[in-house]
């Protein structure tokens, strides 16, 4: 899933048909517990699943998988030049560092010439709205255009949650100087049989205004 949306790559075929995906290499960003991973090992690919956190992973052990499993800084990627056909994130490292750059530049790095990168993030303009599910989320709140970081605190004052806003244009521009070639931007529309409530997740939200953008980029 690409996102709250539900948008499945079965359906989508972002990363390409599943019969081409056999035989692939395929890193997965941000992987948590590496649903995604998971799912694509089951298609025939060779995934690595890379997430900072060290919890986050040792889900993935619990639920296992027989990939690869690396704890790593998205940024400083620990892998050879041309290593992956394939690079996709569903919500993972890109809205949370302040210099996506550094993560596109060291995708970009150990993606083969030809090769792909699809990454999903919250919809840019879902940072005007409230994060509410109900109709008090429908009300324009705060300008689009402020980049301010979102943060959230533990008692003791430290950040435990950072998620950076960068506007529609900031992505594709981030993407374009890092040596991509952007194939597709996706907003999934939110599907009749989707009733799940979720955060500020909602179909009165999800039918109103897009949650998600989906970025499909090519390595030249």
């Known amino acids: ?6 948008l499945d790559e079965v359906e989508a075929e972002l990363l390409g048909p599943p019969e081409d995906l056999k035989g692939r290499d395929v890193l997965e960003i941000g992987a948590g517990a590496a649903q995604c991973a998971r799912w ?16 986050q992973l040792q ?3 619990r639920i296992g998988g027989s990939f690869p499993l690396v704890c790593a800084d998205a940024g400083a990627l620990p892998f050879a030049d041309g290593s992956f056909d394939l690079v996709c994130s569903a919500y993972g490292a890109l809205p949370f560092v302040a210099d996506p750059r550094l993560v596109l530049r060291d995708v970009h790095r150990v993606l083969r010439p030809g090769g792909r990168l699809v990454f999903s993030v919250t919809h840019p303009i879902r940072w005007a709205f409230p994060d509410e599910p109900g109709p008090e989320g429908l009300t324009v709140s705060a300008s ?3 980049r301010t970081p979102y943060v959230e605190q533990g008692d003791d004052g430290r950040a435990v949650y950072v998620e950076h806003h960068r506007t529609l244009g900031d992505r594709v521009r981030d993407v374009v100087a890092c040596g991509f070639r952007l ?17 500020g997740w909602s179909p009165l ?10 970025f499909v980029c090519e390595r030249d």
Do not use: K
């Open 1 to 6: 899933m690409w996102g709250p949306e539900g």
């Open 40 to 55: 694509l090992a089951a298609q025939g690919a060779r995934p690595v699943a890379l997430d900072l956190s060290h919890r």
């Open 59 to 61: 889900h993935a052990v």
């Open 144 to 146: 689009y255009f402020d």
């Open 183 to 199: 194939v597709d931007l996706v907003e999934p529309e939110w599907p009749a049989w989707n009733t799940s409530e979720w955060g």
């Open 205 to 214: 939200r999800g039918n109103l205004i897009p949650g998600t953008a989906v």
